[in-house]
C-alpha cells in the first residue's frame, strides 16, 4: 500500500488549500483514512478521518474550516482547508486504517497501518 499526499504550499492567513491523497494497493472507499498533521517539535495531532460508511470525524482546532472527503473512482482522498491560520503550519500526512475502526479510535495515530510522505503546508500571519 502506498500514500502520496500532496497540494501542500504557501499560503497567507485566511487562505484557503485543497490537499490530496492517492492510493494504491488498497480501495480506499472500504477503509478508514485520515488526516493527520505534525508541526516542528509538536506531536503529531489528528485533523480528520472517514470510514468506508463516508462518517466523518473532525479535531476540535478544524472544525467548521477542513473538510474531508473521497472520490471513489479516482482512488483519492482530499481535505479542503479553508480560513487558514498560523497555527495550521505543519507537514500533513494522510494514513491509511483498518476497515472498521470505531469512531473514538480515528483520533490516534497508532491504529493507522499505512503512512506516507506528507506536504508541507505553510500558513504566514
Known amino acids: 500500500v502506498q500514500l502520496q499526499a500532496s497540494g501542500g504550499g504557501f499560503v497567507q492567513a485566511g487562505g484557503s488549500l485543497r490537499l490530496s491523497c492517492s492510493v494504491s494497493?488498497?480501495?480506499?472507499?472500504?477503509?478508514?483514512m485520515a488526516w493527520f498533521r505534525q508541526a516542528p517539535g509538536k506531536e503529531r495531532e489528528f485533523v480528520a478521518a472517514?470510514?468506508?460508511?463516508?462518517?466523518?470525524v473532525y479535531g476540535d482546532s478544524v472544525k467548521g474550516r477542513f473538510t474531508i472527503s473521497r472520490d471513489n473512482i479516482k482512488n483519492t482522498m482530499y481535505l479542503e482547508l479553508n480560513n487558514l491560520k498560523p497555527e495550521d503550519t505543519a507537514v500533513y500526512y494522510c494514513p491509511s486504517g483498518p476497515a472498521s475502526l470505531i469512531v473514538s479510535s480515528m483520533w490516534t495515530p497508532d491504529r493507522y497501518e499505512y503512512w506516507g510522505r506528507g506536504t508541507q503546508v505553510t500558513v504566514s500571519s
Open positions: 494497493g488498497r480501495t480506499l472507499s472500504s477503509y478508514t
Open positions: 472517514i470510514n468506508r460508511r463516508t462518517s466523518t
